[in-house]
């Protein structure tokens, strides 16, 4: 039986995930950094593929996602867009380009959208960056929220613990939630927070809300999908599920290789001119 019970137009947007919510359609939403591995998540039936910042830690090493850049995340998200054609492609907005200025925000979102081809862009946020997000949404660019555990402020959290576990956190957390459905963000994603508390905000709201740590009763999930293919094999935390072992697969293939390259058996002639 299939799960799908919206008839989905070739294209996801921005409407499709609103539909979806309507029918209770959960939405499918994983990342992705480069054009092969965009290529492989859009042919498989994604509905949103986000370019994260998360591509910082996976893509360069680094230890945050503070790093980024806007260069780097136009770079990415291009690479990205040039290998999907039917799912919502959806950009990070870097550290550092949006939490100030909105006029400087306004000024990066049109860069990212114009220079990548994405479709949307996400910040991390609720109150503090209103305004930002007002204005990059006067200008036509649909935003996703971020709220919980908004990596961008690992130093002020002081590590990457559940967030809104005490009631004050909680409460303002659903203020903004509340906030971003009000001036128009088209959806939102909620990170490392407990299931009672997201499954009440996406009962609250009437924009999709995506889960990441965040249990079952919110619109739809995301991964980090080096992540979820067992390429990252150190971080296990407890709202990941690995569904492959790439990791294993890959270094398999690296060993075997080398193998065969020591021993001569490849290249064979079959494989020679
Ligand atoms: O950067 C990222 O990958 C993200 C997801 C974890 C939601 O923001």
Known sequence: MSTNTIDKPKKVTTATLRKMKAAREKIAMLTAYDYSMARLVDESGMDVIL??????????????TLPMTLD????????????????????????????GDATAALHNAVRLMKESGCEA?????????????????SAGIPVMGHLGLTPQSVNKFGGYGLRAKEDAEAEKLLRDAAMLEEIGCFSLVLEKIPAQLARRVAESVSIPVIGIGAGNGVDGQ??????MLGMNKGFVPKFLRHYADLGTVINDAFTHYISDVKSVDFPSEAESY
């Not at 996400?122 to 990059?136: A, D, N, Y």
């Not at 995301?222 to 992540?227: C, H, K, P």
């Open 51 to 64: 370019v994260g910042d998360s591509a910082t830690n996976i893509m360069a090493g680094n230890l945050t």
């Open 121 to 137: 862009v996400k910040l991390e946020g609720g109150s503090e960056v209103r305004e930002s997000i007002e204005k990059i949404l």
């Open 222 to 227: 995301v991964l980090v999908v080096n992540d």
């Open 72 to 99: 780097e995340m136009i770079y990415h998200a291009r690479c990205v867009t040039r290998g999907v054609s039917r799912a919502l492609v959806v950009a990070d907005m870097p550290f550092g380009t949006y939490q």
